[in-house]
């Protein structure tokens, strides 16, 4: 029987995955491009190095993020045991010194007699063994072009997000249900209606909003089909009428006509307890888009679950190429772990390498792939990435809208902490098989 896994990538996905592998007895080949070769991003020699913040986000089970955490913990995490050695002040967050974060992890992989550290770049997949892809969002080009071939191409290396709100706190009192010329399920698309006047107080502020700078490896130029709406603010007052805000065929049942614009939301999961304004990719800062989408009718009171971005980010289609496990699907010696699978976040991308890992792990020793529950966030994260719409797939954060609902009505500033109860519960259940 084969006994070694190939594990490509050691950031915090892959790092969490080799740890994984090797407390089961598995013996694991870890590959590293640095210090031979840097993305554009990453300046340290050693491993699990955090680029964009030093923060993991909130610590409360209020957030998901922070339910994440907690499960993570209980299962043994080298990611959150690197975490609570190095943290520093953060208020509500937990936050860590990089340095001696990526320090912590190195010494413990290359401390780990089942873990064999391997600086280089890897340019082509193994043609055989069981290999966990964790090369991150900056994979570098020749990987890429061989990962372009694995997956037919469904390899994207940008991403071109609209904002996704909540959709219990819409006010459902100012849109309206409907599809284009009543296309489809009448409910496909809610329907934010703007007057004449409305629109142009929001083009003007779109236009004069502060954008976010791109960073010297993210100039790009955007195809026309994936505009910042803000750009598209620019070129005319008349230009989102007749693109991403056109009012053609939706027709306000309340007036009988139609709107002299329309925002549409378009449904993000089968519940619907998720909307995403359809067209809005957007360079806008996180302020500036809660402060200008909450000027459309409707969204006032919106609870962003995901903020709009557009940025350089290497991931594949996983709802068509992966299964729940993170194997690829009718290849299943091969794994993804990490931001390559959609997941967005340090610890998002943590918890996708501890699953990678343990999965991977079981495949060697002849056992079979196991799920998390689906209650909770892990579950509920890996359960989006695999079984989100394909046509419309774009990285996501763990939040409470991936959530199974709870199947009783409880008030809504009680719904995330039963949400994280049932959550846990679930945990130490599945906590037995796993061990």
Known sequence: MESSLTIIGAGLAGCEAAWQAAKRGVAVTLHEMKPEKYSPAHHLPDLAELVCSNSLRGDSLENAVGLLKEELRRCDSLIMAAAEATRVPAGGALAVDRQLFSDYITEEIAGN???????GEVTELPDQGTVIIASGPLTSDALAASLSRLTGERLYFYDAISPIV????????KVFAASRYGKGDGDDYLNCPLDEEEYLRFVEELVQGENVPARDFEKIIHFEGCMPVETLAQRGVETLRFGPMKPV????PRTGREPHAVIQLRAENREKTMYNLVGFQTKLTYGEQRRIFRMIPGLEGAEFIRLGSMHRNT?????FLLLPTQQLKGESRIFFAGQITGVEGYVESAGSGFLAGMNAARLLLGLPPLLPPP???????VTHVANADAGHFQPMNVNYGLFPELGERVKKKERRGRLAERALAAL???RGQIC
């Not at 209650?375 to 994260?381: F, S």
């Open 166 to 173: 909540a959709a219990d706190s819409l006010d459902m009192a």
């Open 113 to 119: 007699p089942l873990i064999k550290l391997v600086r």
């Open 249 to 252: 065929g939706l027709d306000d």
């Open 428 to 430: 130490e259940t599945w």
């Open 315 to 319: 991931f594949i289609n996983s709802p």
């Open 375 to 381: 209650e909770t966030a892990l579950g509920a994260l």
